[in-house]
Structure formats: C-alpha cells, structure tokens
C-alpha cells in the first residue's frame, strides 16, 4: 500500500496563478484533510471532507477550494494564488468510523508563491 | 486557534538521556495523540491515549494524562540520533471530531 500520497512535491507560482494540489489515499478511509504548516504555527485546518461527498471549512478556508473526486481523491485548488499561501501543504485520512481520528499523513507539497 | 501548545518549543539531549515534552490544551477532550515528524517529511503518528486512561506505553514511548490540569507527557526513553524530529501533540476533543494540532517541540538528539 502507497497509503497517501501527494502531487506534486514541489511548486513555484507566480502571484494571481492557479494550481491544483492532488491526493490520494489507498486505504479506503472514509475522511481526508489538508492542512498547511507554517514556521512556527503548527498544523492549521484548511478544508476536510468527512465522507464522499461531503466537504466542510476548516480554520484557514480563505483562497482555497476542495472537490472530493471520489472515495481515494481529494484536490485543493488554489484559484489566485498570493505570497501569504506559500508554505507547505499536507493531505491526510482517517477512517472516522473506527471511532477514533487517527490520521495519516502524505509526504507534503513545498507551494512558493512569488 | 491552537488547541494543544507544547513545552518546550525545542529540546537538545545527548543520546542516551531520556526526553520529556508537554502538552497543555483547553478544552475537555476525547483522546489525545501524539504524532512525529521528520524534517521534510509528513507526520507519523505514535501514541494514542483516551480520556480515561492515565498512562499508556509504546516500546520506549511513555504518555501521561492529566485531565484535571488539561496536560499531557511523552517522555523517550534512552534517546536516539534517530529520534531527532518535531513531535506534536493533537487533540480529539470528541468521539469522530477532526483533531486540533499543536505547535510542536523540536527534539534533537546529539550522537
């Protein structure tokens, strides 16, 4: 199993650019996250989807979009891109049906905007 | 907003010497858990441990939990290079809720 992985590694953008940020996960869980990780602020909460089909606002919605493909994909998209969205992008699931949210975490996207 | 704040930011041992970080939160909670993440990488989770337990062991992990003071431990026990990385407490305030994360210590380990 790959587990959750995401594309891609790294990316440079210009200001006012778009881009889609793609995960997958191979575990069959029911609910999957992006967070962005900044320099000194931990992991903040940008969209969640519970279950296929659904998706909900986290704490940092702001600039971003999320489309919950199917039960194994779940894509951020950043429509206008701007210098405060640099920073690194992590997509996780969880299978909240066992009760409890253990997540587990893809490798990461390095996202520069300049 | 940060549920989980840990203590210290960042931590230097020797390896060999055991390491202890905290984590305070603020409001009541379901579990707690405790993740690793190595530089550059995603983060791994360690150790779970729910709101009725006091102390749980995993190899040389050992979590506490205070519910009273809203605070939590993990100490590594004879420490290891390996073991350098940020450690993050996270929070399930309840039963199906998505986690809240701290800000993470940084351990490193001096071979």
């Known amino acids: 199993n790959a587990g959750v992985t995401q594309t891609p590694k790294f990316q440079v953008l210009k200001t006012g650019q778009s881009m889609t940020l793609q995960c997958a996960q191979d575990?069959?869980?029911?609910?999957m996250y992006w967070y962005r990780q900044d320099p000194g602020m931990g992991l903040r909460l940008i969209y969640y989807?519970?279950?296929?089909?659904?998706?909900d606002k986290g704490e940092v919605p702001n600039g971003y979009n999320v489309s919950r493909l199917n039960k194994r994909e779940f894509s951020l998209r950043l429509e206008s891109a701007a210098p405060s969205q640099t920073s690194v992008y992590f997509c996780?699931?969880?299978?909240?049906?066992?009760?409890?949210?253990?997540?587990?975490f893809g490798p990461g996207t390095r996202l520069t905007v300049l | 907003s940060q549920q989980g704040e840990e203590d210290p930011q960042a931590l230097s041992i020797q390896e060999g010497e055991n390491a202890t970080m905290n984590c305070s939160y603020k409001?009541?909670?379901?579990?707690l858990q405790w993740y690793r993440q190595n530089s550059g990488r995603g983060l791994v989770h360690l150790i779970l441990?729910?709101?009725?337990?006091r102390e749980k062991h995993s190899g040389r992990l050992r979590v506490t939990l205070d519910t009273s003071k809203k605070s939590s431990s993990l100490l590594i026990t004879a420490s290891r290079a390996a073991d350098t990385a940020s450690y993050f407490c996270?929070?399930?305030?309840?039963?199906?809720?998505?986690?809240?994360f701290g800000t993470g210590t940084r351990l490193a380990v001096r071979p």
């Open positions: 441990i729910r709101s009725n337990e």
């Open positions: 575990m069959n869980h029911n609910s």
């Open positions: 409001t009541s909670i379901n579990n």
């Open positions: 989807s519970a279950s296929e089909g659904t998706t």
């Open positions: 996270a929070t399930e305030r309840s039963s199906g809720d998505k986690l809240t």
């Open positions: 996780a699931s969880s299978d909240l049906g066992a009760g409890t949210d253990t997540q587990y």
